[in-house]
């Protein structure tokens, strides 16, 4: 049986209290939503795959120490498990095997986020360098959930190749492929950001109240608008901007409507079918943002190279004209 990393209520509600901060039940309730439909969605990998997987694993071990004789037979049946496996649908190609939830929470205001920004910003202008990472260390609320696959057109591959150089004797090129097979993994991190989950619950409730009672309807509009502020000021809009600015265009005019006519059916339709998309599309991860922070680093250090080979090479044109006008 594949073992499944799942929070239950109460792991995931540690997990949001982590930071110090007492969680809302209802925030709680919505990341739980999301790990229990992840999980209806999820499809359980085909078990000659996961015995394939064991049995590398317990090559390796093997190998390590020194049990030449066990890995060859763990290796033969992973290759029997991965062939049966192919066998039964050769279109197998990307396999998830193991998903895995980590949930964050910063109950903080968008003016608390603010602050904490402004001072981060002050205490990285003085050089204090560690005190600011210590202030923004902590302003994380998301789900985070992370997919470990394995491509069913390499991995059998190497380990099918490890076992063959087992056999002729070669133990270092045995031991490289199955590391080989091991790096193959492919490692796929989603976030979702909570704020927007909870945006979008707002928004819902506030669709389901009688029109009569506007005031009431406002109140979870401001709401809904405030944990957009929240998701911007934690840096969860980069990527969705023009997505942020519909949801809070959506909101504003549904707050218009309401002083009016209230005739806001349509409008909230429209919201709620932009949250479904932007919910969605959020899910789709490519970068961490541990890689998108070195992607932007090795980017503006190109920009100032080449800004440094610019400003000294006019310097030397200014250098020369000086030496001309001297000699003269």
């Known amino acids: 049986m594949k073992k499944r990393f799942l929070l239950s209520a109460l792991t995931c509600g540690l997990l949001l209290s982590a930071t110090g901060l007492q969680a809302k039940t209802e925030k709680k309730?919505?990341?739980?939503?999301?790990?229990?439909?992840?999980v209806k969605n999820h499809k359980q990998a085909p078990k000659?795959?996961?015995s394939g997987m064991q049995n590398t694993f317990a090559a390796l071990k093997a190998m390590q120490a020194g049990k030449k004789d066990e890995a060859k037979k763990a290796l033969e049946a992973a290759t029997k498990s991965f062939d049966a496996a192919l066998k039964a649908d050769p279109s197998l190609d990307i396999i998830p095997i193991d998903e895995r939830f980590q949930a964050y929470a910063f109950m903080g205001t968008s003016d608390v986020i603010a602050a904490r920004l402004k001072l981060a910003q002050q205490l990285l202008k003085a050089h204090d360098t560690q005190t600011a990472i210590a202030v923004v260390e902590p302003l994380k609320d998301e789900l985070d959930i992370s997919v470990i696959s394995i491509p069913m057109k390499i991995y059998p591959v190497a380990t099918k190749k490890a076992l063959d150089e087992l056999n002729k004797g070669n133990d270092k090129a045995a031991f490289e492929a199955i590391a080989e097979a091991m790096n193959s993994l492919l490692a796929v991190k989603a976030i979702v950001p909570t704020p927007l989950l909870a945006a979008q619950d707002i928004i819902v409730e506030a669709s389901k109240l009688d029109k009569n009672k506007k005031e009431e309807v406002k109140k979870l509009l401001s709401d809904a608008k405030e944990e957009l502020k929240r998701a911007e000021l934690l840096g969860y809009v980069s990527t969705h901007e023009a997505d942020y600015k519909l949801l809070n265009g959506d909101i504003e005019k549904i707050q218009k409507e309401i002083k009016g006519k209230n005739e806001?059916?349509?409008l909230y339709d429209m919201l709620k079918n932009d949250f479904k998309r932007i919910v969605s599309s959020t899910k789709v991860s490519k970068m961490t943002p541990e890689q998108r922070a070195e992607k932007k680093v090795n980017s503006f250090e190109k920009k100032e190279a080449k800004?440094?080979?610019?400003?000294?090479?006019e310097f030397k044109q200014e250098a020369q004209q000086d030496e001309k006008k001297t000699v003269k």
């Open 264 to 266: 806001v059916e349509k």
């Open 307 to 313: 800004k440094a080979v610019k400003e000294k090479s």
């Open 29 to 38: 309730e919505l990341v739980n939503n999301v790990i229990q439909q992840e």
């Open 48 to 50: 000659e795959i996961i």
